[in-house]
């Protein structure tokens, strides 16, 4: 298998221009989650979804984020309008529900996103 | 919300010796899965080992291996055998067992030098 795949790997964008991450899941998973890592805050959890379904969205910081999972083998976060705060490793995980794996969660390589 | 802590900022260790890795959480659920990644310059998130609260054995994998007091809410990781390749930061991590309880909560890293 692949594993999870993320594009594009590093994006430099300017402030107030719009972003989209793209993740694509191992297949077969039910379950991606999106997340953000920073120096400051470290590993977050921005949202996760249960069969294309947004179950828990709380940790999208603002409007400005918005996560969809149209089909079971993509989703995307875009940031609309991009801010130099956002700048961050952002990465995709997906799982399969077992509770013998403990849900192992597997992550793509990851998105290193700049704003300037 | 479970918090986890990893109070070593920063580790090293000589090449083929053995090291360890502190992390404590806290939560008051009995049932619970907690996991250690590892994370190379790379960038990319790699499970190194998974424990399972209701199972009273540590796991081990390799050479890694877990010393997981449950009373003490402590989960450590200890490397032995050294290598280069492993530098790298790790990350504990703690995943509730309830349903709908999904994501990952993670501690703030501990990054480890191996020196030759």
């Known amino acids: 298998d692949a594993g999870v795949i993320q594009s594009p790997r590093h994006e430099v964008t300017e402030m107030g221009q719009e972003v989209t991450l793209r993740c694509k899941p191992i297949?077969?998973?039910?379950?991606l989650f999106w997340y953000r890592q920073t120096m400051m805050r470290g590993l977050e959890l921005l949202i996760y979804f249960n069969n294309n379904v947004p179950i828990d969205d709380s940790g999208m910081p603002e409007d400005r984020f918005s996560a969809k999972m149209p089909n079971a083998s993509f989703s995307t976060l875009k940031i609309q309008p991009s801010e130099p705060r956002d700048s961050a490793v952002y990465f995709c995980?997906?799982?399969?529900?077992?509770?013998?794996?403990?849900?192992?969660?597997?992550f793509g390589p990851g998105t290193r996103l700049t704003v300037t | 919300a479970q918090t986890v802590t990893q109070s070593q900022p920063e580790m090293s260790v000589q090449e083929a010796e053995t090291v360890t890795l502190s992390c404590t959480y806290d939560?008051?659920?009995?049932?619970?899965?907690l996991f250690w990644y590892k994370q190379p310059p790379s960038r990319q998130m790699i499970l190194v080992i998974r424990q399972e609260a209701y199972k009273q054995q540590n796991a081990t994998e390799n050479r890694f291996s877990v010393n997981f007091q449950k009373a003490a809410k402590s989960f450590s990781l200890k490397i032995s055998d050294s290598q280069l390749g492993d530098a790298a930061m790790y990350f504990c991590?703690?995943?509730?067992?309830?349903?709908?309880?999904?994501?990952?909560?993670f501690g703030t890293g501990t990054r480890l030098t191996v020196i030759p």
């Open positions: 297949s077969g998973h039910d379950y």
């Open positions: 991590a703690y995943r509730s067992s309830l349903t709908g309880a999904n994501n990952l909560f």
């Open positions: 939560t008051s659920e009995s049932d619970y899965y």
């Open positions: 995980a997906s799982s399969l529900r077992n509770r013998r794996a403990g849900h192992e969660q597997y």
